[in-house]
């Protein structure tokens, strides 16, 4: 009720929120009470958090941000959902996004931008823009969210909170909107490290029902979150810095913010080392041709017919599928369809995708040999803080440079996390962004702990 009433009293200016969902979220709180009092709670029981409206709710609206599926009752629960029901947890409603995920601010969602706590003026990041922005305003203590090029680490670093991506594989893609299926990774929103440990190991396991789920043993990320037995909790951790990182590129006010925090490490007892990423910076191209490659063959089962916008008026059904998706996708998806289908097709193929999947190989090598060399690499989330709202304009490949180093992680597969490092100008949060190798997550999130 008071999660439910403070989201009532400041979703109105946030507008993190595409959905609210009192009814059901009462019903679950009631239940959760009934097995608190049989004694059968576990971690998450009775605990408010909001989902990312990526994922289908069965018998609540599920838009994606889109146009395309503003009518949309999922008749199922994606896995994600389904596990943290049985958990106990209880959603409050669906957060906003960037359409289709796509988006590094949240500006591109048919229900208008979600606005940054810090100030209303500025972007929440994106694509899970409304997912941080309700646990940075503590709209919900934990949130879910997807990261296919940042979309979880970004707009944690522009809100002040933590987030994680874990290894791609981890957790299931079953019953989530696909965007780049290769790239596309559940995450999570908290306002602490061991929050996102609590929320990530829910979260987690292997689904049969996603070809690309690891079947491993299920971890207690909070485990690995031991209090610190000394003044100097992280010592023996090598973390690396890559070169390229610190190159140009950084807005002064990200790179003090960023040194500050990596004295502070230092003065945790971990110590440092360079590394480097030689074709970090490829990263942005390949990913760019990639995943619309991926989201123009995802994309195409919106046609009308099935689920989603159909045109109220057409000829044949050629018209039909047209004006349907001419109605129902906003801009950026366009742009990313034409793009997508551009690169997969005859003549083309070899020199845009096949190139990009080669890069992406160069990258993902870059960061095996630099992490043979260091336990965690570490560096910014994002070159500058929060944007103003419009501050990009019209121009989408501004915007597509701002991923410079999430989107890395993504191409290679490998887990990362954004933890607060401070602010810039204006009260604006900083974001640190961890790396690890592959099922390091909890190594992250143990290091983020000692430092939070
Ligand atoms: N900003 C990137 C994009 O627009 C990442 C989005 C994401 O991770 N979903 O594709």
Redesign the pocket.
């Known amino acids: 009720g008071l999660f439910l009433d403070r989201i009532e009293a400041r979703n109105p200016t946030l507008n993190a929120f595409i959905t609210i969902d009192r009814e059901g979220a009462l019903a679950a709180a009631s239940a959760a009470d009934a097995r608190i009092a049989r004694g059968e709670a576990g971690p998450l029981t009775g605990i408010p958090l909001a989902h990312k409206d990526v994922f289908c709710t069965e018998g609540v609206l599920t838009t994606c941000g889109s146009k395309m599926l503003s009518n949309f009752v999922s008749p199922y629960d994606a896995h994600v959902v389904s596990l943290l029901k049985n958990a106990g947890a209880v959603s409050l409603g669906k957060t906003n996004m960037?359409e289709f995920?796509?988006?590094?601010s949240n500006e591109n969602s048919h229900f208008g931008p979600a606005r940054n706590p810090w100030n209303p003026g500025h972007v929440p990041g994106?694509?899970?823009g409304g997912s941080a922005a309700a646990v940075a305003a503590r709209l919900v203590p934990i949130a879910t969210g997807?990261?296919?090029?940042?979309?979880?680490r970004?707009p944690a670093a522009f809100t002040g909170v933590t987030g994680i991506k874990p290894t791609y594989g981890t957790v299931s893609r079953y019953g989530m909107i696909a965007?780049a299926s290769s790239l596309?990774q559940g995450g999570a929103f908290g306002a602490s490290a061991e929050d996102c440990a609590l929320l990530l190991s829910a979260m987690t396991g292997f689904d049969a029902r996603d070809s690309t789920s690891l079947d491993r043993p299920a971890e207690n990320y909070a485990d690995a979150l031991v209090p610190a037995s000394s003044d100097k909790p992280l010592a023996g951790l090598r973390i690396g810095l890559p070169r390229e990182f610190f190159a140009d590129g950084m807005s002064d006010e990200v790179r003090a913010a960023i040194d500050a925090a990596i004295e502070q490490y230092r003065a945790l007892g971990a110590t440092t080392v360079e590394v480097s990423l030689p074709n970090a910076k490829l990263a942005i191209p390949a990913?760019y041709v990639i995943?619309p490659a991926e989201a123009s063959s995802n994309l195409s089962r919106f046609d009308g017919v099935r689920f989603g916008h159909r045109a109220a008026e057409y000829g044949d059904l050629n018209d039909m599928y047209c004006k349907s998706r001419a109605e129902g996708f906003g801009a950026e998806v366009k742009r990313r369809i034409l793009v997508g289908t551009y690169v997969l097709s005859h003549g083309y193929y070899d020199a845009y995708y096949l190139q990009a999947q080669k890069l992406r190989r160069l990258i993902a090598e870059d960061f095996r040999k630099a992490l043979s060399e260091c336990d965690v690499i570490a560096g910014p989330t994002s070159p500058t803080t929060a944007w103003a709202l419009g501050a990009m304009g019209d121009d989408p490949v501004q915007?597509?440079l701002a991923?410079i180093y999430?989107?890395a992680v993504?191409l290679a597969g490998l887990p990362g996390l954004s933890h607060p490092c401070g602010f810039g100008a204006g009260s604006l949060p900083v974001g640190m962004q961890l790396i690890g190798n592959y099922f390091a997550e909890g190594k992250l999130l143990a290091t983020a702990h000692q430092y939070q």
């Open positions: 960037d995920a796509m988006g590094s994106g694509s899970s997807t990261d296919t090029g940042g979309s979880v970004q965007y596309d990913y995943a915007m597509y991923d999430t989107i993504n």
